[in-house]
């Protein structure tokens, strides 16, 4: 079945720790996300990338990093300089088909839920 | 600035009513609007709106768009306690690929 896997579901971390959330998609998509959920905030977008080896900074990118070195991967690290990263992270992929074509819908895995003690 | 608004922020209903979601949006070049259903974990997909005026239907739910207004409404008929969950919604833009959620909103059903 194609989708998208993320791991751990579960992460606890000290403060001053880097920790990386891991995002594997076999739909092969080109564009993939990760987004930050936080009670009442909705979804915030934090990294994108629409092919290998390029990304962009989404609205809550500070204290974040992101590769795409492969089109199934893109891990996500959370940095110590992230201020506050107790929250549940939701990585997702859709079909990149170009500036003029048709609308996407995206796809998204189970999540991953921080927490920083 | 892009923005989606949901409205309400939650919602408690009994079983068997009739729910309205709404969703406002300021997009830029907008391509298409989502409904999605969140229960614990990863969103799940309800409907991709892009023309005004034609309404999705599926099941007990159904959605409409209109473009010149900017919103959206999802309604929910007879409501059932599995209909509980958090409803999303976004918008895609032309402009990078990229998709602006709402907050959502939170609909509780009780028996």
């Known amino acids: 079945d194609g989708g998208i896997t993320q791991s751990p579901k579960y992460l606890f971390r000290k403060e001053g720790q880097n920790v990386t959330l891991s995002c594997e998609q076999n739909?092969?998509?080109?564009?993939m996300y990760w987004y930050r959920q936080d009670p009442g905030q909705g979804l915030r977008l934090i990294y994108y990338?629409?092919?290998?080896?390029?990304?962009q900074k989404g609205d809550i990118a500070e204290g974040y990093s992101v590769s795409r070195e492969k089109k199934e991967s893109f891990p996500l690290t959370v940095t110590s300089a992230q201020k506050n990263p107790t929250a549940f992270y939701l990585c997702?992929?859709?079909?990149?088909?170009?500036?003029?074509?048709?609308?996407?819908?995206?796809?998204f895995g189970a999540g991953s839920r921080l927490t920083v003690l | 600035e892009d923005k989606v608004v949901q409205s309400p922020l939650s919602l408690v209903v009994h079983e068997g009513d009739t729910v309205t979601l709404n969703c406002s949006y300021e997009v830029t070049n907008f391509r298409s609007l989502l409904w999605y259903k969140q229960e614990k974990k990863a969103p799940t997909f309800l409907f991709m709106l892009?023309?005004?005026?034609i309404e999705k239907k599926s099941g007990r739910l159904s959605s409409i768009l209109d473009k010149k207004e900017l919103f959206s409404i999802l309604n929910i008929t007879a409501t059932q306690t599995g209909d509980s969950a958090i409803y999303l919604c976004a918008v895609e833009s032309n402009t990078g690929n990229q998709f602006y959620f709402g907050t959502g909103t939170s609909l509780t059903v009780i028996p």
């Open positions: 892009t023309s005004s005026g």
């Open positions: 739909l092969n998509h080109d564009a």
């Open positions: 997702a992929s859709s079909p990149w088909t170009g500036l003029n074509s048709g609308a996407n819908v995206l796809t």
């Open positions: 990338s629409q092919i290998v080896n390029d990304f």
